[in-house]
């Protein structure tokens, strides 16, 4: 029933049902085409149709019906093997065109550009002139750009360009571009031979909140608009999406993370296959939008309505509750100190307690009871906790945080205050990094061989091997024994062999695996009289001698894996040199050190005398004191202020994940403290444990209010309080007057001393005195 505003509707969708199945068939509400590609075909598919018609009862009008023709209009086109074109009957009536004398003129004018709009490139920009007199209130008056705007489109139309036909087989490009007025595209396809034809162009006028947007924004929505222009044509197939700005080639990538309105386009665009490739605007056949800009604003539909929307949700959802103006007005009103500063300005009557403010007279000014310096608001004191904390949301740093803070609001000592309330956050602390390392404390060099030795094991190897290293302090002189199993009986008689060669020593420093803190190596260290130095947990460089020997032990396994050689081999061949090699602390060889002469290698010697070791000693110290000093500037090291009674966070030895904190969040309490290593305890369970100091950070008693890590700048104890002196007063970092003072003597002052026997039994006796 005609006359109803949905019968065109069900007039189309009952022809589609009609004539579904035949083939080279297409219709426009009662408008039938019959098309093939040569007579045949289309004589069997034209016959189809006309059998399907004849079934359905459909009529058709014989004087209207055109058959076998190789060219044709319909629907205001000329259909061609040439491609499609604008009839020309319909552009006979603009040759002879006059100018537009109103603003309703110029809007019918524009209504017949846009018909023909898909064949004229840059639409939007060249009608940009004519569509702003088209804008309410706006006065009409004809200049020369508005005339010059007119021929363009009139020779446009005239001879417009023939656009092709879409071929499902060639390669499909959409090329977009954005100027400050318009957005543009082409659709183009490209044969097997390699030629491009162009398939349809398209063009959209910016509407006034489009155009505040960054170039980059509007780069992207003309991306979004093209695609979504040209929907019939690229929905579920592969094509290429082409544009001038280098940018977005990552920002539509899958792992890009742009701004909030990009992302809302650049999700539209995941249901398309499209691959977006970059290429200079020189070559962009859509760049013209951006190079024939206008900067006048004129009013078009927003392409993306919800977009303002969605971003204003964003950041409203996204912002803190803050201060508001009326809260900080009555604030200010009650603080004592901002009315005795309005005095001060208005009166210049300034007291001690507005001293600080007058040194800013000249930028200080009210506005509404709010005190302003420049145009940042004087915040009374008490909201300043307040503003901190809002400041310090999300936990910046004291510089971020300042500079936050700085760009809105000031008081004095602003800094100093936000310097303290970050030191004071104890979730900022629990992540922090660790203190300042404490100064080395380097040991003293035995005074005979195979006094003091360090143990550690090495592994496991792929083998299923381990290596248990034993190296003497003295001489640097390391023994290896091949395990393959790792406990205590095993290891205690591997050492039993290394001793019965040896001798017992006074010490053995080892770290706390179960093999050298089990009852069995206790009762065996008990047994012989040897003292068991354990470790810090978790502080190897207490035991630095042979963890570095480890290293060397390791490169040299790793070369014998990749070369495919015995490893057992190999490890003998570099333990031979090793010990028959001078070291770079002693200048002498292990071998010589422990044994008194140089084992043979295959490299030919002679004789060596031996001489006294005082040399030795002396280059020694000269080199611990070196590296000491060394390595304690480099690594920034002062004496941690930890005693006895202080409370401890303890780092974190193991994370669960990325987001765990550097310090667990138990606070333990000081018990004792020996140099480096501490006894602390826990405040819940009491039970105790033993950390270095290096993995402590302090914390103040003061309830609820978590201090920063404390340090004495200069490495000095407090001569003041004698009482925490005592305490934490630290005996086994001090070096010897000799070490201090040492001076290297010359060759000819070395020639000249009496070479004296050394009392072996004197210094065994000091030594064991020394440790018990």
């Not at 001879?159 to 659709?187: E, N």
């Not at 800013?360 to 000014?365: D, G, I, P, V």
């Not at 009210?366 to 999300?394: D, K, Q, W």
Request: glycine content about 4%; overall charge positive.
């Amino acid at each position: 029933m005609f006359g109803i505003n949905c019968a065109p509707e069900l007039f189309q969708k009952t022809m589609e049902q009609i004539l579904t199945g035949c083939e080279g068939c297409l219709n426009y509400i009662d408008d039938i085409i019959v098309y093939g590609s040569h007579r045949d075909e289309h004589d069997k598919r034209l016959t189809k149709v006309l059998q399907r018609l004849k079934e359905w009862n459909v009529v058709l009008n014989a004087d209207k019906c055109v058959y076998g023709v190789s060219e044709m209009r319909i629907l205001g086109h000329v259909i061609s093997a040439e491609g499609v074109k604008p009839d020309k009957d319909k552009l006979n009536a603009i040759r002879n065109f006059r100018a537009p004398k109103s603003a309703e003129e110029v809007r019918s004018f524009l209504g017949l550009v846009n018909y023909v709009g898909k064949f004229i490139p840059d639409m939007a920009t060249i009608t940009h002139p004519l569509r702003q007199l088209t804008v309410e209130k706006e006065k009409f008056v004809w200049k020369s750009e508005h005339h010059s705007a007119f021929e363009k489109l009139k020779s446009f139309m005239i001879s417009p360009s023939t656009l092709g036909f879409f071929d499902i087989g060639d390669r499909t490009q959409l090329i977009a571009d954005a100027s400050p007025v318009g957005l543009g595209a082409v659709l183009i396809q490209i044969n097997s031979e390699g030629n491009p034809r162009v398939i349809a162009y398209a063009s959209k006028s910016l509407s006034n909140t489009e155009k505040r947007y960054a170039q980059i924004e509007k780069e992207a929505l003309a991306l979004v608009w093209a695609v979504e222009r040209f929907h019939f044509y690229l929905y579920g197939r592969q094509f290429e999406l082409i544009t001038d700005h280098k940018p977005l080639e990552k920002i539509f990538s899958t792992k890009s993370k742009p701004c909030a309105r990009i992302e809302r386009w650049v999700i539209r665009l995941q249901s398309y296959k499209a691959s977006v490739i970059y290429r200079p605007g020189k070559s962009n056949i859509a760049d013209p939008l951006s190079r024939l800009a206008i900067t006048e604003t004129v009013e078009g539909k927003p392409f993306d309505e919800f977009s303002e929307q969605y971003v204003a949700w964003i950041i409203s959802n996204a912002s803190p509750v803050a201060l508001k103006l009326t809260e900080i007005e009555k604030a200010s009103k009650a603080d004592g100190t901002i009315q005795a500063v309005r005095q001060g300005i208005e009166k210049n009557e300034w007291t001690e307690d507005t001293s600080t403010f007058k040194i800013f007279s000249t930028e200080l000014c009210f506005a509404n009871n709010i005190l302003l310096r420049g145009n940042r608001i004087v915040m009374p004191a008490s909201l300043r906790e307040r503003t901190l904390h809002l400041a310090h949301e999300g936990h910046p740093g004291m510089s971020i945080m300042k500079q936050r803070l700085r760009a809105k609001v000031w008081w004095p000592k602003l800094d100093l205050q936000v310097e303290q309330y970050v030191r004071n956050c104890r979730g900022c602390m629990l992540v922090s990094a660790a203190p300042a390392p404490e100064p080395m404390k380097r040991r003293e060099l035995p005074s005979a061989p195979w006094q003091h030795v360090a143990i550690d094991f090495l592994g496991p190897l792929p083998s299923g091997h381990s290596l248990l290293v034993v190296v003497d302090y003295f001489s640097r002189y390391i023994e290896v024994e091949i395990m393959k199993k790792t406990d205590s009986i095993q290891t205690i008689g591997r050492l039993n062999s290394i001793f019965a060669r040896f001798g017992l020593p006074l010490s053995i420093t080892a770290d706390n695996g179960p093999q050298f803190s089990s009852e069995e190596f206790l009762q065996f260290c008990t047994t012989n009289n040897i003292k068991l130095i354990s470790t810090t947990p978790y502080w190897p460089q207490q035991n630095g001698e042979v963890e570095r020997q480890n290293r060397s032990l390791l490169k040299r396994l790793v070369i014998s894996q990749s070369m495919n050689a015995n490893w057992i081999e190999e490890l003998n061949k570099y333990l031979l040199m090793y010990r028959s090699s001078p070291h770079s602390v002693t200048k002498k060889t292990p071998s010589e050190m422990l044994f008194n002469y140089n084992i043979r290698d295959k490299l030919p010697s002679i004789f060596n005398p031996i001489v006294e070791h005082e040399e030795v000693a002396d280059r020694d110290k000269e080199a611990k004191h070196k590296g000491k000093m060394y390595s304690d500037k480099r690594r920034n090291a002062k004496v941690s202020s930890i005693c006895p009674g202080d409370e401890v966070l303890v780092k974190r030895m193991r994370k669960t994940n990325k987001l765990s904190s550097n310090f667990g969040t138990k606070v333990f309490k000081v018990v004792e403290r020996k140099g480096g290593d501490v006894l602390i305890a826990s405040k819940e369970s009491g039970l105790k444990y033993r950390r270095h100091v290096s993995h402590l950070l302090k914390v103040s008693t003061e309830e609820g209010n978590p201090l920063a890590p404390e340090s004495v700048d200069n490495g000095m104890v407090d001569p003041n309080n004698k009482e925490k002196n005592v305490t934490c007063k630290d005996t086994t970092s001090k070096l010897t007057d000799r070490s201090l003072s040492y001076k290297p003597s010359n060759e000819t002052t070395r020639s000249k001393r009496t070479i004296q026997k050394p009392n072996y039994l004197n210094d065994y006796i000091s030594s064991w005195k020394s440790i018990s």
